[in-house]
């Protein structure tokens, strides 16, 4: 993928590839998908630097049982090297109560590798 203009699902790939447990758990992993300067908007209002990430995603528990599913997926491209990729998703916890989650990453392309730049969640409402 060093393509300046990536299809939709090489980027989501990218994207879903942070859903999993077992790349969220590995630190080499996770730095290899988040560029240098990365930063975060969490659906909490909280913003998380790349380190705060990495080491919160590494340490996450991580209950298997929590259902992630996510839809309408669009991409957008910003300039030769960046694009904006958009979905939502919708969490399912044990208890039943449902989360949905407007999200939205921009990719760049830096070296020969895409890697996530920033990333924001916004809880959807109604």
């Avoid at 528990?61 to 309408?72: F, I, M």
């Amino acid at each position: 993928m060093t393509s300046p203009r990536p299809e939709l699902a090489d980027i989501q790939a990218l994207e879903e590839a942070l859903h999993r447990p077992e790349v969220r758990r590995s630190r080499d992993a996770v730095e290899a998908l988040l560029a240098e300067g990365f930063v975060e908007f969490g659906a909490s209002g909280t913003v998380y630097s790349r380190t705060e990430i990495v080491e919160l995603l590494i340490h996450e528990d991580g209950n298997d049982n929590d259902r992630l599913r996510t839809t309408n997926y669009t991409l957008t491209s910003i300039s030769h090297d960046a694009v904006l990729l958009t979905y939502e998703s919708e969490r399912t916890q044990n208890d039943g109560s449902r989360r949905h989650v407007l999200r939205s990453s921009i990719w760049k392309l830096i070296g020969d590798r895409w890697q996530m730049l920033f990333h924001r969640g916004t809880i959807k409402r109604g």
